[in-house]
């Protein structure tokens, strides 16, 4: 089981740090990685040149990753307790499949609210202005994605989600993509991996489709997401008067086809 | 820990309104050599709080940094190598940080600081 993590790790972290779109100056910047265990993702970051500052509240962890020599700093600490550093000294941040933990209660005292506010508030104020964090998350429903990106958001963070390999159970991966400060042309999100369609059969035939959901969250305007199948054709009018006829076959009430039946509404991305 | 790391630490406590910067105590640290990268020092060089670094290096029995420094001291060579040093090469393995308005103390041990709060200090 460990043989495997590592095997996956500098991957996830490559494109952590390739998501955290930093400039392509050759000069080393001041990272975050945020549970950084023992140092796995931090070696990514200074094999690509890059100062870092790890945290986690492990330890042992933290033990192993000095033995291993690496070249960041490790702090232990907590980082729903906030991370404690200066505002605007961070040119971005890491985290490999940490921030979902942020959702457990393990003490009676500690609110998963109140440590998602502490994390993103203190993560917030200590990244420069334009800056990224990158948190790849395992989150185990969607409650706790969307508690997770309320938190951001209300931090101030606009950003996305990227999934890569969505319509694999194994190689999913699911990436948090925030960026300090208003929504830009610089925080457009790339494509996940995956999503040309490689995968997909020829039709989009029921309601049991692994849908792909792109959602773009800003700070004050919620959008309308737009769902797409794997073809990334959205369900039109055909689909719709299909499943109509079905559901009447079946007896249920259905309310009788018009010329308003799945007109076009205007979707937003 | 490096003093790069220490001159961005802040105190963390409820209620601390200034926790920076955080008072150095070390009983044990050793240099290590790592190659100096101009680029890096003059990107970093805005976000450092001086007298922070200063009085760091001094208790590191470092004193070969100007009081003052700007900007126009980055393209000095010899200016680049102590800061270099002061900033990269000084690791404290043994000591404690010490919160300015509070007194508490936040062990290094290993090179690692502990920074985790207790319950009545979130």
């Known amino acids: 089981m460990v043989f495997f993590i590592i095997i996956l790790g500098p991957r996830i972290s490559e494109r952590a740090l390739e998501l955290l779109n930093l400039p392509n100056d050759g000069v080393p910047k001041l990272l975050l990685d945020i549970g950084c265990g023992s140092g796995l993702s931090g070696e990514t970051l200074s094999e690509n040149g890059h100062h870092w500052i790890g945290y986690d509240i492990s330890q042992s962890m933290l033990d192993i990753a000095v033995e291993r020599e690496v070249e960041g700093d490790v702090l232990l600490g907590d980082m729903g307790q906030g991370l404690g550093l200066r505002p605007g000294v961070v040119d971005g941040a890491i985290s490999i499949s940490a921030v979902q933990w942020l959702c457990y209660a393990d003490k009676s005292s500690h609110e998963p609210r109140m440590r998602l506010k502490a994390f993103f508030g203190s993560l917030y104020r200590c990244l420069a202005r334009g800056a990224r964090a990158v948190l790849q998350l395992y989150a185990e429903n969607m409650n706790q994605s969307e508690m997770i990106m309320t938190y951001a958001m209300r931090a101030g963070f606009s ?31 790339p494509k996940g991996k995956g999503e040309d369609g490689e995968m997909c059969s020829d039709e989009d035939d029921s309601d049991d489709d692994e849908n792909q959901t792109v959602g773009v969250y800003e700070r004050n305007r919620p959008r309308k997401k737009l769902k797409v199948n794997k073809k990334g054709k959205s369900k039109g009018k055909q689909w719709v008067l299909k499943k109509k006829e079905q559901m009447r076959r079946k007896g249920n009430d259905v309310p009788p086809d018009s010329k308003y039946t799945a007109r076009k509404r205007k979707a937003y991305f | 820990m490096r003093l790069l790391t220490h001159n961005m630490l802040s105190c963390n406590i409820k209620g601390v309104t200034n926790g920076f910067p955080l008072k150095l105590e070390a009983d044990k640290w050793v240099t290590k050599e790592v190659d100096l990268n101009a680029d890096f020092l003059r990107g970093i060089f805005p976000k450092i709080e001086w007298s922070a670094l200063l009085a760091a290096a001094r208790v590191l029995g470092f004193a070969e940094l100007p009081e003052q420094a700007d900007a126009s001291m980055l393209s000095s060579d010899d200016f680049l190598r102590r800061f270099h040093h002061a900033l990269l090469e000084l690791h404290v393995e043994e000591g404690a940080l010490v919160c300015p308005e509070t007194g508490r103390k936040f062990p290094i041990n290993k090179g690692i600081p502990n920074m985790l709060l207790h319950e009545d200090e979130v």
């Open chain 1, 159 to 189: 950003g996305g989600v990227v999934v890569d390999w969505p319509h694999s159970s194994k190689a999913r991966k699911e990436y948090l993509v925030l960026t300090c400060g208003p929504a830009s042309l610089q925080t457009a999100l």
